[in-house]
């Protein structure tokens, strides 16, 4: 089933592609429209939009859904339902094309449902309690989401119509563009997990890697930003831009910082896609659209390998995640080593690699945009961060000795998942001057002064220096004085926010709960109910019972008794 799955899944994204590259130059925008009932004057029309933008973010994510599929035909081998796993993640991309497509609220919604209830079952695949909370955690944070659409849905009723892309102008000047507007980030928000519904996305973790590399680099969490790319104009247009560019690059700066106190290998890499997110959500927010598209495509690419070199170093260290027991993988495992540093350094944004063409375009438009002094910091810091956490894994997991047992089974022998890694590779090293090519048709010339052309370059290297002494053991041990314990608990712990949604959210409403159940269920109604009734009759039948017992007399006295009360009710009847 993985090979079928495979080959139609290339197939389809190679035609995607072609198509989007057909739209692109001809500039031209499909809009198909299916009746699906029709009644008297009443008609069901499932709508369509083709344009280049769904194309190509279709197309990539067919193909990386694809490679994803090959990568697990080896990494689930061991897995009895391995049928079943296929089927969780082709409906999930099924979801996420129907998402991706429509221009329709409604036909956004199943998608939007499906993508949640797909990422829930795949998120308590493997069967423990952490990932029965991970999961529980997942979707009740995109449940929040869920409802803003269902309301915006309802808003949109006023219009006749729930094709929002006809209504983008309109809505632009009325007092609906900030309630539909809003509902709609609200909605981003949750499924691209900003600030404050950031914990679900390291929680989802719990997850088999294959999914994370499908679910959390390209597609679920990509979801809200595609859906806020299309709503654009009511973001530039509106103090709703602000805000969210205020929360996103929080989100950025939050992650980033979070990443480089983690030690758990996916961890680091949820917060490293987080951080992503953060950027192009305040990129968007700034009212480019063009640009955070870029960026969501070529992320995509290089987290999504990524996270399968991840997975191959997890497989290979027995299951095993923590980057501590890691260390000289590079001699282990060459392979996979190169496709992690390629990666990483694509993530860093390394010169002529995916991600340097979306992430050094960004901070030089935010260079020459109209931005206060604590964004334009946010933007650079996180940027810095970036490096730092990179280098800080390279350090931990590719050099040194390996720290784990002696009797190890290393090595890189994975082919199918080698294929799979590869096909990602040559991506993330030509994909960004691709889409730099076909999505800006003519160079864009942004005039700096030198400094701030090479402060991104200052910013990198500060960085990498950054992470490469933060992983020194003798300078973190230094560290131990109960204040900087604090705030690296504080800094590592996501400032807090996984307890927050978590206890923060059921403490008080259980400890009620239990007040009512102590106080009232198990103290005064039983008191006065059927607890102390039961008591004072056993108290009278124990009574009777030891006068009967020890008194002959008494009991045939009290018989006489009975027998004369009954002769006496009769009579009077």
Request: hydrophobic share 55%; proline share 2%.
């Amino acid at each position: 089933m993985c090979s079928i799955s495979f080959i139609y899944l290339i197939s389809i994204s190679l035609s995607c592609f072609l198509l989007s590259l057909y739209f692109l130059l001809n500039d031209m925008i499909y809009f198909i429209e299916w009746e699906v009932v029709s009644l008297n004057s009443s008609s069901i029309v499932m709508t369509f939009l083709f344009d280049w933008m769904s194309l190509l973010f279709m197309s990539f994510v067919l193909m990386i859904a694809s490679l994803v599929i090959f990568y697990s035909k080896e990494y689930m081998s061991n897995d009895n339902n391995i049928n079943r796993f296929i089927m969780l993640v082709l409906m999930f991309v099924l979801s996420m094309m129907l998402l991706i497509i429509s221009p329709n609220l409604i036909s956004i919604l199943l998608g939007w449902d499906g993508l949640g209830l797909v990422s829930y079952c795949l998120v308590i695949y493997f069967q423990n309690i952490k990932s029965y909370n991970a999961g529980m955690l997942t979707a009740l944070s995109n449940r929040i989401g869920d409802v803003a659409f269902l309301l915006a849905i309802a808003w949109m009723l006023n219009y006749g119509s729930w094709n929002y892309i006809f209504y983008l102008e309109i809505m632009q000047n009325e007092f609906e563009m900030l309630t539909i507007g809003s509902l709609m980030m609200l909605a981003a928000m949750t499924k691209s997990a900003q600030i404050p519904f950031s914990s679900w996305l390291p929680a989802a973790m719990a997850a088999p890697t294959p999914v994370s590399a499908l679910v959390h680099s390209s597609t679920l969490v990509t979801a809200g930003v595609y859906l806020l790319i299309r709503f654009n104009i009511i973001l530039s247009t509106s103090w709703l831009g602000q805000l969210l560019l205020l929360l996103s690059g929080l989100t950025m700066f939050m992650a980033g910082l979070g990443a480089n106190f983690e030690f758990d290998l996916k961890k680091i890499i949820a917060l490293s896609t987080l951080s992503q997110l953060g950027l192009m959500m305040s990129i968007l927010s700034m009212g480019f659209l063009k640009l955070a598209m870029f960026h969501l495509l070529t992320h995509a690419l290089f987290k999504a390998l990524l996270f399968m070199c991840a997975g191959a170093i997890i497989h290979n260290m027995n299951n095993s995640q923590d980057i501590r027991l890691m260390g000289g993988l590079s001699i282990h495992m060459p392979l996979t080593s190169a496709c992690f540093n390629v990666s990483n350094l694509a993530l860093c944004g390394m010169p002529f690699l995916a991600g340097f063409y979306s992430k050094d375009m960004i901070l030089e438009i935010v260079s020459i945009s109209n931005v206060n002094m604590f964004s334009f910091f946010l933007y650079y810091f996180s940027t810095g961060l970036t490096v730092s956490y990179s280098f800080r894994l390279v350090y931990y997991s590719m050099t040194g000795d390996l720290n784990c047992g002696s009797l190890n089974m290393l090595n890189d022998e994975s082919w199918i998942m080698l294929r799979g890694m590869l096909g990602l590779l040559i991506m993330s090293i030509i994909g960004g001057s691709m889409l730099n090519w076909l999505i800006f048709p003519f160079p864009h010339m942004i005039c700096l002064p030198i400094y701030m052309k090479l402060l991104t370059l200052f910013v990198c290297i500060m960085g990498g220096l950054f992470g490469y002494l933060v992983s020194l053991s003798n300078l973190y041990f230094l560290n131990k004085s109960l204040f900087m314990y604090n705030l690296s608990t504080f800094l590592g712990s996501m400032w807090f926010m996984p307890y927050i949604s978590t206890y923060g959210m059921i403490f008080y409403p259980l400890n009620y709960g239990q007040l009512i159940v102590k106080s009232f269920d198990q103290g005064w109604s039983e008191y006065f109910g059927g607890q102390h009734l039961y008591q004072k009759l056993s108290t009278y039948s124990k009574t009777l019972f030891l006068m009967h017992n020890n008194s002959l007399k008494i009991y045939l006295m009290l018989f006489v008794f009975w027998i004369l009360i009954l002769m006496n009710f009769l009579l009077f009847l």
